[in-house]
Nanobody, 114 residues
């Protein structure tokens, strides 16, 4: 079992920055960690994914504005979000896979509004 806990969300003005954190606890043998988001009334979409070796990939909507990083010693993945836009408003979810099981955090709200 892996338990994922997110933190760092909130309300920010357009152009601002936020950093999300997600810490994994339990028996974690995952090879990657990722962030997804679900805007209001839309489907969940991939934001960024990072392997345990540090290779990162990004969704096209956030490329160049968001940075994902991983602290293996702390089992924590971060999402640095800069130049935030109103269409970044969503519930953000941490995700990983350990063995054949998929795990999701509870989700954290990010609202970008003036």
């Amino acid at each position: 079992q892996v338990h994922l806990v997110e933190s760092g969300g909130g309300l920010v003005q357009p152009g601002g920055s936020l950093r999300l954190s997600c810490t994994a606890s339990g028996r974690n043998s995952s090879l990657y960690m990722a962030w997804y988001r679900q805007p209001p009334g839309q489907e969940r979409e991939l934001v960024a994914v990072i392997s345990i070796t540090g290779r990162a990939q990004y969704g096209s909507a956030v490329q160049g504005r968001f940075i994902i990083s991983l602290d293996n010693a702390r089992n924590t993945v971060y999402l640095q979000m800069d130049a935030l836009r109103t269409d970044d408003t969503a519930v953000y979810y941490c995700h990983t896979q350990s063995g054949s099981r998929l795990y999701w955090g509870q989700g954290i709200q990010v609202t970008v509004s003036s």
